[in-house]
């Protein structure tokens, strides 16, 4: 049992920046991919990019590559997501995930074991 928390989002203008992390209990941290996901009102629930358990290797969606960057800490059960050069259509939810059947490259929110409660990131124009 994994039990996820995120935590940094907030209010940024175009074209800024936010980091947020995802904090998670339990002592198997690093045997679970991770992924990051968000969902805008009214949309389904987006991808938008995974880690691998040691941290080597990483993926993101199109829409966010070269801006937003993945990365891991195992000793601290902590995984983060950096947002620079943000777009008001980055406005959502985001979620991080854990799974421990599933790889990077693992789109579907349905694959994912656990899921954090999400956090709110809001890009004004």
């Known amino acids: 049992q994994v039990q996820l928390a995120e935590s940094g989002g907030g209010l940024v203008q175009a074209g800024g920046s936010l980091r947020l992390s995802c904090a998670a209990s339990g002592s198997t941290f690093s045997t679970y991919v991770m992924g990051w996901f968000r969902q805008a009102p009214g949309k389904e629930r987006e991808f938008v990019g995974g880690i691998s358990k040691s941290g080597s290797t990483k993926y993101y969606v199109n829409s966010v590559k070269g801006r937003f960057t993945i990365s891991r800490d195992n000793a601290k059960n902590t995984v983060y997501l950096e947002m620079k050069s943000l777009k008001p259509e980055d406005t959502a939810v985001y979620y991080c995930?854990?799974?421990?059947?599933?790889?990077?490259?693992?789109?579907?929110?349905?694959?994912?074991?656990?899921w954090g409660q999400g956090t709110q990131v809001t890009v004004s124009s």
């Open positions: 995930a854990a799974g421990q059947t599933i790889t990077i490259w693992t789109t579907a929110w349905e694959e994912y074991d656990y």
